[in-house]
């Protein structure tokens, strides 16, 4: 089959780009281009053997903003900031025939990614008006040889993860016990059955999250009937593992289900929700009484993650590298509830997440890495002065200043609310450039596609 080739938009915006390196020596006080080379590799349109996709969701400009400020301070710049080139993405979802709902949800967004196809909210990689599976870009990543993986902080059977290895009607069908909501795709109706199961059957190299909730759920029909999801994981292979020092001794090879909280990983940071009236200047907590000691961070994840993948490729000497996708999933979760620093201390442990990538995308520079968000959110910096009609919290940050954040997306005491706005996209690597201007989050899947040559 000949290879794909770039339509010519692209191509003469990556030849102008290349042109451009090549010419001068770009610096920045950031360090994002070190060299010209470095910032034309990053251009590069050829073909990539490891795609990492790292996700934040609903990580706005304004969650990264508040991370940035309150962290390394308004003139610094986190990992996340540092890639050579930067676009945009726009997230809305459909309705069932097709027109746009400006509003998305992390099953809808995560679907146009994962599939290149928009659908109506709630629902995961199926089509909105016929509810038809979609291929996903998991399951064609697999099909073209390479190995693959799925890091959260959610629980694995949550929206974002679940797009890419399951495909369910309504995203709240995680367990075999939580189907009312899907009853054509349960296995007594010849369906695939919950999250749980399907991302179990799909085999999938490394799963890494929360959720065990979902897998010690029992089976309700078809081959393992009366067993956990669990027990059915054990049964295809996986290696199940439960805190930092199981994942550490996995054996290389054989695929991988580590089950790190009943349900979300508990966040890294802790401080006082934001009020109605606002609070007084507080500092954020680094730490979190609950979460229990053995917990892996989202980057010790990410690094073991990068290691199975690898190892099992060099196993099967595959000349083929391997997909892995990343999420934050927790910035999502605190800006829900107006939490502050939760916020703030996910989106920073996710943000070494995104170093551990580049690092490793440094030594491969074959190695296209993506990050970008879901959807925006509702957190604002706002003046000091302001007295906005919903939840505020004034915080003291690194750098010594206060520093007021906003939450009016809902009526105070309801979960905060998505917003409609475009996100943030950066890249390099392979393929990179098709990141530029203001895309579509369903082109996400095109750059992954094209950049590991799936079909």
Known sequence: MPRPHPSRRHLVVGAALVAAVTAVTVTTTAGAWDTKDQAA?????????NVILLIGDGMGDSEITLARDYTVGANGRLNMDKFPLTGAYTTYAVHADGTPDYVTDSAASGTGWATGVKTVNGRISKTPGGNKAVPTILELAQKGGYATGSVT??????????????HVTDRSCQGPADMAGC????????GPGSIAEQSVNRKVDVLLGGGKQRFDQKVTDGTYKGRTVTDQAKQLGYQVVTDSAGLKNVQAGKPVLGLFAPGNVPVEWTGKAAAAGGTAPQRCVT?????????????DQATKAIQLLEAKQKQRKSKEGFF??????????QDHAADPCGQIGETAAFDRAVKVARDYAAKHPDTLVVTTADHGHTSQIVPLE????????????DEGQQL????STNTPGQS??????????????????????VTNQTDLFTTVREALRLR
């Not at 902080?153 to 890419?164: I, N």
């Not at 009853?183 to 010849?190: E, L, S, Y």
């Not at 007021?404 to 939450?407: A, F, L, W």
């Open 41 to 49: 590799q990053a251009i590069k349109s050829g073909k990539a053997k």
């Open 287 to 299: 730490s979190n009484a609950n979460r229990p000691a053995g917990t892996p961070a989202l980057a």
């Open 404 to 407: 007021k954040v906003n939450y």
């Open 324 to 333: 892995l996708q990343i999420e934050g999933a927790s910035i999502d979760k």
């Open 153 to 166: 902080t959610s629980e694995l059977t949550d929206a974002t993860p679940a797009v890419l290895a399951s």
């Open 416 to 437: 905060q609310e998505h917003t409609g706005t475009q996100v943030r996209i950066a890249a390099q690597g392979p393929q990179a450039y098709r990141v530029l201007g």
């Open 183 to 190: 009853p054509a795709d349960k296995i007594a109706a010849g």
């Open 386 to 397: 302001a007295t906005p009609p919903g939840l505020s919290s004034t915080l003291v940050t």
